[in-house]
């Protein structure tokens, strides 16, 4: 049985250490919990005076204006040693007077014996141990500085991005319609010049030129560009009746359908029938898109079908008749569509229901005036219009039968001046025109609430058309009537836009690069057709210097009546040639025999090309008499005579 026993412990052993167990079958060990809290307590007090200590040694070598706060903590707190013991002493006493949990952190004062036993709570943050005068005195800095900031988020004027400004050039006539990706990264122009340009201002360098330039609608204005919510599609509005849509690139998605002109109902037709006057984006669904058109219709599109429209809105008139739309645009929710009239009325309807309007101002602006533009305010209670009547007026939505605030005095000359709103929604902006000559153009910034002029900004010697103020970049476009589009920003205030092309130096401009011919290498063709190996331009250049016909210097121009066969520059041309020595000639060459024979005398006795030759086989000449001729002529018959 002591066999078995034996046997059955060393098998246990054999298990334990093959199973990896160090105590398989050994009685569990017992800890004393409380010799550990004592050890962990005491360990947390001594961290804790260390830490104190090295505080105080911190605010010793700070300087003199801490020494006195110094002095006065070793006063109250014993030294270190000291308080070790005194800590030990009283911790065999009593527990309830020592500080529980984790030690403070680095960097915290100490706070008096008084007081630590009483603290409760999180410790002070940094910066926080000071006196209580000194705290005091400290809360007053911050308060006056939040009072600075507060001053400054109250005053919208200090908001404003104007420090700094950047010109494109887009053309010599009106820019009329702005666009800027929702991103930022992107502005597109368009003009009366039919051009839309295309900017990117992280591919641009300081000269400022645009990446690409087209004319989407051929030989029309350009009324109205803006991206779509996503940014990847441009809604192009011209003074034709079909609007498009490209892409980033300036590629075709989708050109409207033209409806039936000879149709009188609108609402039967597929299409516009006359020339446009605005559009814009659906602030929610990306497809949808909206336009207004002389032919008196409001129509919503659908991007994904180019067969028709999506719904047709007809405003009227008091006595029901056809209307024609300057303006239109959706609330910032996308459930209203409001319009501005050529009578001067503001209509709005319910984005699902055509017929009747939800909103209808009838004395809007003056009648017979062009309404430039309506926009929302984005908290959507708000809608501003900028009459062609010279007014800006702000209305609202609950209460639209007289305006909430009028300006008046504000010059247009062009049926697409813009107004918008500020990003904090307190500020609202329009542009000024200005005939040639007679004036700056200027952006004018009215405050929401009071509609007090508060700003003003001259842009340039012409009027101002567009104004867009982005709310991500907090930055200002606007397009002036001398062709040119300006940013303002500011550079702490705004977010990249024009800050990213400013900081780029103008790239150099490229040399006109000779057109070499391309080496093809064949390593196994035959020596034959085996290409010569490209050698260097500096060896083919003294190889050149060696060829005495490369380097053959080129004669200069004659001077004077000409040698080596080259003529003078007064006989360069033929006629000229001619004229010197032909029609000048004072010889008389009526005899054509004596001319030619009066050389005959130095050929004969200088022979030099044809003469040796047949020196032994020419026979001798013989002329005839000049008088006998004279009698053969005269016996001749009349009828062989050669008449003259």
């Known amino acids: 049985m002591a066999a078995r026993g034996n046997g059955s412990e060393n098998s246990g052993e054999d298990i334990s250490s093959v199973m990896g167990f160090s105590g398989f079958g050994k009685k569990a060990r017992t800890f004393d919990l409380d010799a550990i809290f004592e050890q962990t307590r005491r360990t947390a007090i001594e961290r804790s005076q260390r830490i104190l200590e090295d505080r105080q040694k911190a605010e010793l070598s700070a300087g003199p204006s801490s020494d006195a706060s110094s002095a006065s903590k070793h006063q109250e707190k014993p030294s270190a040693s000291t308080s070790r013991q005194q800590a030990s002493d009283d911790s065999s006493d009593s527990s309830d007077s020592e500080p529980i949990g984790p030690p403070l952190p680095p960097g915290l004062s100490a706070q008096p014996e008084e007081e630590e036993d009483e603290l409760i709570g999180p410790p002070l943050p940094p910066g926080y141990g000071g006196s209580r005068a000194d705290d005091d005195d400290d809360d007053d800095d911050d308060d006056d500085g939040d009072n600075d900031t507060a001053e400054d988020d109250d005053d919208p004027v200090k908001k404003i991005p104007d420090t700094h400004e950047i010109t494109l050039q887009h053309g010599t006539k009106t820019v009329s319609a702005l666009g800027l990706d929702p991103s930022g990264a992107r502005l597109v122009t368009g003009g009366y010049d039919y051009d839309v340009k295309f900017w990117d201002f992280a591919g641009m ?126 609330s910032r929710d996308g459930k209203l569509i409001a319009a501005g009239c050529q009578d001067g009325t503001i209509q709005i309807w319910d984005r699902n229901l055509s017929v009747h309007t939800k909103f209808h101002c009838r004395q809007a602006h003056t009648p017979s005036t062009d309404t430039c533009c309506l926009t929302f305010s984005y908290d959507g209670t708000t809608l501003a219009s900028r009459g062609g009547d010279d007014t800006l007026k702000t209305w609202d939505l609950r209460n639209f039968r007289k305006p909430l605030n009028v300006a008046t005095g504000l010059t247009t000359y062009f049926p697409m001046t813009d107004c918008c709103f500020s990003p904090d929604d307190k500020l609202l902006v329009t542009g000024t025109s200005v005939k040639r000559d007679e004036g700056n153009g200027k952006l004018v910034f009215f405050d929401r609430e009071s509609f007090k002029k508060v700003y003003e900004i001259e842009v340039a010697s012409a009027s101002v058309v567009r104004c867009l103020w982005h709310p991500k970049l907090n930055q200002i476009m606007v397009g002036t009537g001398n062709g040119l589009a300006k940013v303002y920003y500011d550079p702490v205030k705004s977010q990249r836009g024009a800050k990213l092309c400013v900081v780029k130096n103008k790239r150099k401009e490229k040399q006109a690069e000779t057109l070499t011919q391309d080496y093809i290498i064949t390593p196994h063709a035959l020596p034959m057709f085996r290409e010569a190996r490209q050698r260097s331009t ?32 007064h006989g360069g041309t033929l006629s000229s040639y001619i004229v010197k020595n032909i029609a000048l000639d004072k010889t008389d060459d009526s005899n054509p025999r004596e001319a030619i024979l009066r050389h005959a005398r130095d050929a004969a006795e200088n022979p030099y090309w044809v003469a040796p030759a047949y020196t032994q086989t020419q026979p001798e000449p013989v002329f005839a008499d000049e008088e006998s001729e004279d009698e053969e002529a005269d016996k001749e018959p009349e009828w062989k005579k050669r008449k003259i």
């Open 205 to 330: 360098d300081a000269a400022l030129h645009a990446f690409r330039s087209l004319q989407p609608c051929e030989c029309h204005q350009i009324r109205s560009l803006q991206y779509s919510i996503t940014g990847d599609v441009i809604l192009v509005v011209a003074g034709n009746s079909q609007a498009k849509v490209l892409d980033r690139d300036g590629f075709q998605v989708l050109e409207c359908v033209k409806g039936d002109q000879y149709i009188v109902d609108m609402a039967n037709t597929k299409g516009h029938t006359a020339m446009l006057n605005g559009g814009c984006w659906h602030p929610k669904i990306k497809e949808e898109f909206l336009t207004c058109s002389n032919d008196g219709t409001v129509r919503t599109w659908d991007l994904n079908s180019d067969k028709k429209h999506k719904s047709v809105f007809k405003p009227r008139s008091l006595q029901g008749k056809r209307v024609t739309p300057t303006c239109c645009t959706y």
């Open 538 to 569: 500096r060896k083919q250049l003294e190889k050149d210097r060696l060829d005495p016909m490369k380097s053959h210097k080129p004669e200069p121009p004659v001077s004077g009546p000409g040698r080596g066969g080259r003529v003078a520059a």
